[in-house]
């Protein structure tokens, strides 16, 4: 379902529903992104090198929450 809004500015004639708003705000980023994207780099290399790390840890609870859930239910 798209969402009208009834906007007398001109943002609101050229994009008149919340996704074709998001499409130029993602769009606008794009063609900005050579801009700040090397800011963000650092930032990015650092999320890559914990991000296999913290999948490791989050998989290791959820297996061990549920062989605690699976024997707590057997024993009572």
């Not at 130029?24 to 800011?39: E, F, G, N, R």
């Amino acid at each position: 379902m798209t969402m009208q809004h009834n906007n007398p500015d001109l943002w609101g004639t050229l994009f008149e529903s919340t996704a074709e708003r998001t499409g130029a705000v993602v769009s606008a980023a794009m063609i900005s992104s050579p801009l700040w994207l090397s800011s963000i780099k650092p930032v990015s290399d650092v999320a890559a090198a914990i991000a296999p790390i913290l999948g490791c840890i989050y998989l290791s609870l959820q297996i061990g929450f549920k062989l605690w859930d699976r024997t707590r239910n057997e024993d009572g």
